[in-house]
């Protein structure tokens, strides 16, 4: 892997370096697709531009459903941005097709150590070539967001919710918990005689489709604590689990909450109503979600929103994913120092912690974690669930490995499937041989 | 009236030639003392386009489908192999069972709703106003579609629902199960549709001369037997040409079931419609020839049925002359 | 046989071969059906409600956009079957036109993102205008050779446009994308128009039918007063056709104003981008969260203004002129 020289983008477009004319050079472009980011990233963008006279940054913000496309879209028309915010599901896939530059070969970006930033950030972002891909911008862990005047009314403390464990056979106190939480049309909770499952006035646990291979704000933390991982390896597995029986009962029991009635069936509320609405609406107690989640549901009118954390599992402990966004810089603009520069200053100790202040999400390096605590305290909010995992240890990270888009595509469908139409989670067997049929082809 | 008249008797020696994927042989009467260069200047721009992006376009499509293409590398010959594993995709025979059931649904319901919709606005009242509002929900895009009934036919918060509620009926999962999420998104791009067909339609009974109503009148048939007897035979030529179009347009779905299914295609695969399975494959996993070869398996599909429809209906033929 | 509108011979009243722009011209038989239509009145009182009904389904979904759009954000799923707005707010449009702060516009669930509405409304109305004219344009003149010009291979030809409606859209977008990309037009309006521009088999069929059911002697005495074939067609022909052109325009211009995902793809900059695409920044932005259900509505309800009140000014018009002049 040498030298930035070959020519990518054969597809009938050439190697097109009319962009090159000094202005250009001078502005760099980037993309992101979180809109609730970008105040942060513009004021990151005004000091950098401040710190380095002459330079300019162009954002740009496209909505996540077409930004994918419009990336790979761009990469064929050679009107890829300078440096775009990617995901951990994408970057192998890029890295394959040769249009990433690799960070740690370049001279702005190739001090960028693992430990600058939380553990395990920087790490995921190395591709199987050993090389940097990405530069960590933050990080998120997956908690559970309450609405407390309903557990007040059901005579749920804090505490009782910090305190959850669940197992596959009897859902241990948090399916209890769920059950009391949840009330039927006519006042009857999920635990009184008479309760009606079938029409359920508040759920205990919202919905949030059936979390196609990773399961993130779905059930990733419970087969965590279940002790299960999806691959053979933690990065470029080979193999994935999902045929494992810990992972199955898991899943058999989590969507069969579902026909208890005290997690919202996968028929009731249609995509765009997610937790946040779902909670929002009154229509359920509590919602798995993730960190970058927060100032929505804190936002939300007639309901008091908490955070607790997720529920100890069989393994006896915790478990939350731990992921985090990247900045990567293309090849096309690998040549470019100010596309370097401002790839090497979004990770720095300045725009993090500039980030950090705006308390959306929390930035990658420590100090701009501490800015973002700091952000949601002003706004009286407490992190803690999100941020104890990680100081205690008991996160895992997000499925890294090839065809995540065709891993994606199998187990979108086949998790629909249990979730909405009842299927057996056994059947999941099939579809992990399908795609280790897959993962085992060679590239 | 002459003008009529002369249409009938001048436009015969050409109809030989009406349908040129028919019949594309015959020349034109009088060939002869031809006009090619004239002819040639006029067709250039249309030609220009015409080859440039759409039939050149379908070739290197045709062409991609025999290879293995991944957008950003050059393009590998290989062979059958695409269309070897779409022949063994469940997931292709799926979407192609799913596309079908959604035009059937869509057409169906459509092409009925229109003719309803063409037939009382002709007999019961003309007004421009009302086929104004008809025509509306044609002005907004399919994603705005798609996500105000999204909106609306949400199982829990969606008025919909509500009303279905209010009226003692149970919650419908209209676009979240596998049962309704198809016949849905059919109904509502039946929604976004029926007006524009419906003024098509409209204009095909307008142009039926009042003297047939007339006879049928003093027949002494009534509003239903003079629609069976007399309107619809006479319509059938614009109904057919109606259909292959919209046959064709429904087909092609994608927008709305992008936009309002859950995954989106689901639950599981139950609305994973061609062109969604098409798209994703292309962009979402850089099998850009496997996708091709779906494409030309759509083409095909497309041409088998307006040729078969076509026959059916005998579009080129009118009850009248 | 395969003509639409020609009346039997014998016929003492045809209505026009093609919809005028007013209706069909009031011939007697025009007037006696007016005379005539009355339904019984029991069938007429459920016509009548058949036709309330299809109004209502037609419209409900209009008023509830301008509902949801003058809802609060974050109080709308408090009040699901509220006929009128929760929370009354003009946060929706407020935050289209930019006029909150981001920090207010994210506190009710937007997305801090506006439109710059004047400017996606004139490249909207730029790219819609170019595709219009050169289109129907064009296309009339292929329409014409094809119909009334005698040349070789004719019939071939028409048969490989006609054929051409049956390629799936997906099939041109890429090869059409590197194209334009090519010839250095992407983030350009006449890039977004360019494919759309020269022709679409739907238009060259539809005006085709017109030109063939025009009568010969109209040409042949012009022909004989000497005037030249390209003559007729501007100064006799294309005035004919006015009103099937004009059906076709506002087809095309619904469509082109209506298209998305070929320009999302073509535009990356202000300076391109139209109002379809612009409307993007309100549906979801990232993979799980909240959608700013007031803010989409509102920038629907925007982006979709300018088309509603064209219509509304030519409504009478645009129904009056739809139709096929002829089918064969």
């Known amino acids: 892997m040498g030298a930035v020289s070959l020519s990518l983008l054969a597809a009938g477009c050439g190697n097109d370096s009319s962009v090159a004319d000094a202005a250009a050079a001078k502005t760099v472009s980037y993309w992101l697709w979180d809109a609730n980011q970008l105040p942060g990233y513009e004021a990151c963008a005004r000091q950098f531009e401040k710190g380095n006279p002459g330079l300019k940054v162009d954002i740009s913000q496209i909505g996540w459903d077409d930004y994918w496309t419009k990336l790979t879209a761009s990469m064929i028309a050679g009107t890829e941005p300078d440096v775009f915010t990617d995901h951990i599901t994408k970057f192998a896939q890029f890295a394959d097709l040769n249009v990433l530059a690799p960070l740690d070969e370049l001279p702005a970006t190739k001090g960028i150590k693992d430990s600058d930033y939380q553990p395990g950030l920087a790490a995921s972002w190395v591709g199987k070539d050993g090389h940097r891909y990405g530069s960590p911008k933050d990080w998120d862990t997956v908690a559970m967001f309450y609405n407390k005047k309903l557990t007040d009314a059901a005579g749920v403390s804090a505490d009782t919710l910090n305190s959850l464990a669940w197992n596959p056979d009897d859902g241990g106190t948090f399916e209890k918990t769920l059950a009391h939480l949840t009330i039927d049309t006519k006042g009857r909770r999920g635990d009184e005689p008479g309760f009606d499952k079938h029409n359920v006035a508040t759920y205990g646990l919202a919905t949030n489709d059936a979390g196609s291979a990773d399961g993130q704000t779905q059930w990733s933390a419970f087969a965590g604590s279940a002790g299960w991982s999806y691959t053979d390896k933690k990065a470029w597995g080979t193999h994935y689990n999902y045929d494992d029986p810990a992972f199955q009962s898991t899943i058999e029991w989590y969507f069969g909450l579902a026909e208890k009635g005290y997690l919202a069936p996968f028929k009731e509320f249609s995509r765009s109503n997610g937790p946040d609405i779902q909670l929002g609406a009154g229509k359920a107690a509590i919602a798995l979600h993730g960190s970058w989640m927060t100032k929505t549901f804190y936002g939300l009118k007639g309901i008091e929103a908490r955070t607790a954390l997720t529920p100890i599992g069989p393994s006896g402990k915790r478990a939350t994913m731990l992921n985090g966004l990247a900045d990567s810089l293309t090849k096309r603009a690998a040549d470019k120092p100010a596309a370097q520069k401002w790839v090497a200053y979004l990770g720095s100790e300045e725009c993090q912690k500039t980030v950090g202040t705006f308390g959306i999400v929390f930035p990658a390096t420590k100090s701009g974690t501490d800015a973002a605590i700091a952000a949601y305290k002003k706004d009286g909010i407490d992190v803690t669930a999100f941020t104890k995992p990680v100081a205690d240890g008991t996160t895992f990270p997000f499925p890294i490995t090839d065809y995540a888009a065709d891993v994606a595509a199998l187990m979108n469908p086949a998790m629909q499937d249990v979730y909405a139409n009842g299927k057996p989670a056994s059947g999941l067997t099939e579809t992990n041989s399908q795609i280790n049929l897959i993962l085992g082809q060679s590239k | ?321 | 046989m395969s003509v639409l509108t020609p009346p039997p011979p014998t016929s003492p009243s045809a209505p026009a071969p093609e919809p005028a722009p007013e209706p069909a011209p009031r011939t007697t038989a025009e007037v006696r059906r007016r005379t005539r239509r009355t339904l019984p009145s029991p069938g007429r009182m459920l016509a009548w409600t058949v036709m309330g009904g299809i109004v209502l389904i037609t419209l409900l979904p209009f008023y509830w956009i301008v509902r949801t759009a003058l809802s609060s954000n974050t109080a709308l799923t408090t009040d699901p079957s509220s006929p009128l707005p929760v929370d009354f707010s003009w946060g929706g449009f407020e935050r289209v036109f930019g006029l909150q702060s981001t920090e207010e516009a994210l506190a009710q669930g937007g997305s801090g993102g506006s439109l710059n509405f004047w400017r996606y409304l004139f490249n909207s109305t730029i790219v819609a205008t170019m595709v219009t004219v050169c289109q129907v344009m064009f296309s009339a003149m292929a329409a014409y050779a094809f119909a009334r010009l005698r040349w070789r291979g004719r019939d071939k030809v028409f048969g490989l446009f006609l054929a051409g409606l049956m390629v799936p859209a997906i099939f041109t977008l890429l090869p059409n994308f590197v194209l334009i990309k090519q010839l250095g037009l992407i983030d350009t309006l006449t890039g977004i128009a360019l494919p759309t521009m020269f022709m679409t088999p739907f238009a060259v069929f539809f005006l085709r039918q017109f030109f063939m059911n025009l009568p010969r002697e109209l040409e042949e005495a012009a022909l004989l007063d000497g005037a030249g074939k390209v003559r007729i067609f501007f100064q006799l022909l294309l005035p004919t056709a006015a009103a099937p052109m004009m059906t076709l325009g506002i087809l095309t211009y619904i469509t082109a104003w209506n298209d998305y995902f070929w320009p999302l793809m073509v535009s990356y900059s202000d300076s391109s981008r139209v109002l379809t695409v612009a409307l993007n920044i309100f549906r979801s932005q990232t993979p799980q969260s909240g959608t700013d259900w007031a803010g989409l509505m509102a920038a629907t309800l925007v982006a979709a203004l300018p088309m509603l009140l064209l219509f509304g000014v030519f409504a009478r018009r645009i129904v009056n002129s739809i139709g096929f002049t002829g089918i064969k």
């Open chain 2, 1 to 321: 009236m002459t003008v009529a008249s002369t249409v009938m008797t001048k436009r015969k020696p050409a109809d030989g030639s009406k349908h040129a994927d028919a019949d594309g042989g015959s020349k034109p009467a009088g060939a002869d003392r031809g006009d090619g260069l004239l002819a040639a200047l006029f067709i250039a721009p249309a030609m220009f386009g015409f080859v440039v992006f759409l039939a050149w376009p379908t070739l290197r499509g045709i062409y991609l489908s025999f290879t293995r293409y991944n957008l950003l590398t050059p393009a590998e010959w290989v062979g059958l192999d695409n269309y070897r594993r779409m022949v063994n995709d469940p997931i292709f025979w799926s979407s192609l069972r799913v596309t079908v059931e959604y035009v059937f649904i869509n057409i169906g319901v459509q092409t009925v709703a229109a003719l309803c919709i063409a037939v009382l606005m002709q007999r019961l009242t003309k007004s421009s106003f009302l086929r104004g509002i008809v025509l509306t929900p044609y002005l907004v895009s399919n994603v705005v579609a798609g996500v105000v009934w999204l909106w609306i036919l949400d199982t829990q918060l969606g008025i919909g629902n509500q009303i279905l509620g209010a009226l003692g009926f149970d919650h419908v999962a209209f676009l979240a199960s596998n049962e309704w999420v198809i016949p849905s998104i059919a109904l509502i791009n039946v929604w976004r549709h029926v007006g524009y067909t419906a003024l098509l339609l409209f204009a095909g009974l307008q142009a039926i001369p009042g003297d047939v109503y007339e006879a049928a009148r003093v027949d002494g048939s009534g509003e239903l037997r003079t629609f069976w007897k007399i309107s619809l035979p006479l319509l059938r030529p614009v109904l057919a040409v109606v259909m292959i179009m919209t046959v064709i347009g429904s087909f092609q779905v994608f927008d709305t079931v992008a936009v309002a299914t859950p995954g989106p295609g689901g639950p599981a695969n139950a609305s994973n419609v061609l062109q969604l399975y098409i798209y994703s494959s292309a962009f979402g996993r850089f099998q850009f020839g496997y996708a091709s070869a779906m494409s030309v398996a759509l083409l095909a599909v497309l041409s088998v049925i307006t040729i078969v429809q076509y026959r059916l209906t005998r579009a080129g033929e009118s009850d009248l002359g």
